[in-house]
């Protein structure tokens, strides 16, 4: 157990449609990333936050934003849905935002219909 | 653009006997390279990591080897043990404000009894 708790582990929504997935970090870390995995692919970089402030930004779509809570917890918050959305969204977190060591979540499953 | 390259998608090793994960990069300003570690229905679990002014480090059965003129990093695990079976992430730190992983697409490694 990491202890980073992603909520769902699994999603089914149709095209056009509005999502949220949330994330709480492991206890102590500040820093808050989502990640993309898409079928045989590796892990697409979409957003970083640290204590509540966006710190970089990866290839994330437009359709698709974030935010980091004061009690540190994350959402990612994906709308107008389509079909090649579907993919694995994982949340990581660290102490610090140097990013040498992420503690990953167990990712939710998003399935486009 | 790969950044980040595992050519092998897949390994199979014989229990005792080493594995060795390869994993290219393409982009000399990274600083600091990671391995990650993934079971099926879990996130990413962190292994081992390497500081660019550094070419080897090791931890028990894990050693990570880098070679910055061939911009290439391996991972060594001896003995492979048949728990070891799972997908290998090599992952790389940028070395500007934005601090992101780039990930390699996974070398899914076997290890058979």
């Known amino acids: 157990d990491s202890g980073v708790t992603q909520t769902p582990k699994h999603l089914i929504t149709a095209t056009g449609q509005r999502v949220t997935l949330r994330c709480s970090p492991r206890?102590?870390?500040?820093?808050v990333y989502w990640y993309q995995q898409s079928l045989d692919q590796g892990l697409q970089f979409l957003i970083q936050?640290?204590?509540?402030?966006?710190?970089a930004k990866g290839n994330i779509l437009e359709r698709f934003s974030a935010q980091q809570f004061p009690d540190l917890h994350s959402e990612l918050n994906l709308s107008s849905l389509e079909l090649g959305d579907s993919a694995l969204y994982f949340c990581?977190?660290?102490?610090?935002?140097?990013?040498?060591?992420?503690?990953f979540g167990q990712g939710t499953r998003l399935t486009v219909v | 653009d790969q950044q980040v390259k595992q050519n092998s998608p897949s390994l199979s090793v014989q229990e005792g006997r080493i594995s060795i994960l390869n994993c290219d990069y393409t982009n000399s300003m990274f600083d600091y390279f990671l391995w990650y570690k993934k079971y099926p229905a879990e996130g990413p679990t962190f292994l081992i990591s390497?500081?660019?002014?550094?070419d080897k480090n090791e931890d028990g059965r894990f050693t990570v080897f880098l070679n910055k003129s061939a911009k290439h990093l391996s991972l060594h695990i001896v003995p492979s043990q048949p728990g070891d079976s799972a997908v290998y992430f090599c992952?790389?730190?940028?070395?500007?404000?934005?601090?992101?992983?780039?990930f390699g697409s996974g070398t899914q490694l076997t290890v058979l009894p």
């Open positions: 992952a790389a730190r940028g070395s500007g404000s934005a601090r992101q992983l780039t």
């Open positions: 206890s102590g870390d500040l820093s």
């Open positions: 990581a977190s660290s102490r610090l935002p140097e990013n040498t060591e992420a503690f």
């Open positions: 936050y640290y204590n509540g402030e966006e710190r």
């Open positions: 390497i500081s660019s002014i550094k």
